[in-house]
Nanobody, 123 residues
């Protein structure tokens, strides 16, 4: 079965940086899209970013463009999220997702989810 394990969350001051990682296992992920969602307290889960298999096509929410960068290492079945210039509104649980195709920005479209990692940005 598919397992996604996130790491790298923590507490950071506004303006700081964090790097999240997500290691996938349980099947061959050739051709799969990998990405990140986040969920803040009292809010719905929202799309952050996604990357296609070859890494050449990426997608970002407008709220993180220019500050967050997604990348992947296919040999390690791992996706990374470099988050710079973090803002307090970025406080959320960050979830890793994988899917055979890019399914847009709706959380309902993604089948495989990690357990999440907490990111807290203090002001």
């Amino acid at each position: 079965q598919v397992q996604l394990v996130e790491s790298g969350g923590g507490l950071v001051q506004a303006g700081g940086s964090l790097r999240l990682s997500c290691a996938a296992s349980g099947r061959t992920f050739s051709g799969y899209v990998m990405g990140w969602f986040r969920q803040a307290p009292g809010k719905e889960r929202e799309f952050v970013t996604a990357i296609r298999w070859n890494g050449g096509i990426t997608y970002y929410a407008n709220s993180v463009k220019g500050r967050f960068t997604i990348s992947r290492d296919n040999a390690k079945n791992t996706v990374y999220l470099q988050m710079n210039s973090l803002k307090p509104e970025g406080t959320a649980v960050y979830y890793c997702v994988v899917d055979p195709v890019y399914s847009g920005t709706s959380a309902k479209a993604y089948d495989y989810w990690g357990q999440g990692t907490q990111v807290t940005v203090s002001s």
